[in-house]
């Protein structure tokens, strides 16, 4: 399954802007912006963790259907392929983010058990170094169900849920695998885009879709399976009448 968006991030983060400051001058006299609030109250520069690399599509491709399987439940392998402006920008991005998530580490540990919610998510967050094909990665894992392969390759970055899923998507990248915008549906969607679109998304469900009904035709099956028994013992119970 496929999934296309296109996104100005930037953009509505300056309408946020304008919007955070109407309603800050409003209530305290004081306007402040959304990037000065996250900026004073979080330490977090968002044009620097975000805005000046993340560019504005991203394409997503689903390796697997929903199944009986936990796994596929829990996490579908699938990739994401993000357009960023610039490699060297992106790179500086994900340092400043995992040198974030380091300092709130240090700052929870410091606080001696003042910040408990925040120590259970820090304990469930670890970054490592990666490599496959030849090409690194920052492993992120939260908690037991989220296991992630973040890469930037050139203009694109990787978000991968598994390691086949990233290889898949280096494969996208380098020519060797299709990326899954083929469609008649991919290519209608794209030639209707108005030139000044803020936002657009695509999705091709059909494979999610017949995932779910044999999920659902096989649990049904087995409930017949297993209704049949129960049925032929509960004819077999003597009863007698209450005197």
């Known amino acids: 399954a496929v999934q296309g968006m296109g996104f100005d991030l930037r953009a509505w983060v300056d309408w946020l802007d ?7 001058g409003a209530a305290m006299g004081s306007p402040m912006t959304l990037r000065e609030l996250a900026r004073e109250e979080a330490g977090i520069d968002l044009d620097l963790l975000l805005l000046d690399w993340l560019g504005g599509q991203a394409v997503t491709s689903q390796f697997g259907t929903i199944s009986t399987d936990l796994r596929d439940l829990v996490a579908t392998p699938s990739a994401s392929i993000l357009s960023v402006t610039s490699a060297t920008a992106a790179e500086a991005g994900l ?3 995992e040198a974030a998530l380091d300092e709130l580490t240090s700052t929870v540990a410091a606080a001696n058990g003042d910040l408990a919610d925040l120590q259970g998510f820090v304990d469930q967050v670890a970054i490592r170094d990666g490599e496959a094909l030849g090409v690194p990665y920052r492993r992120v894992q939260i908690a037991p169900t989220t296991d992630l392969r973040v890469a930037v390759v050139g203009d694109r970055m990787i978000i991968a849920t598994t390691l086949d899923a990233f290889e898949t998507a280096l494969g996208v990248l380098d020519g060797t695998r ?3 915008r083929a469609s008649a ?4 969607v ?5 030139n000044d679109a803020s936002g657009w998304s695509y999705g091709d469900g059909g494979a999610p879709l017949a995932g779910l009904t044999v999920m659902v035709t096989r649990s ?3 409930s017949a399976k297993l209704s049949d028994p129960l049925e032929a013992a509960r004819a077999k119970v ?4 209450v005197v």
């Open 18 to 24: 304008g919007l955070t400051a109407d309603v800050s």
């Open 95 to 97: 340092d400043a983010i």
């Open 178 to 180: 299709p990326d899954g």
């Open 185 to 188: 549906g991919w290519a209608a």
């Open 190 to 194: 794209s030639a209707a885009l108005p």
């Open 220 to 222: 049904l099956a087995q």
């Open 238 to 241: 003597i009863t007698f009448p």
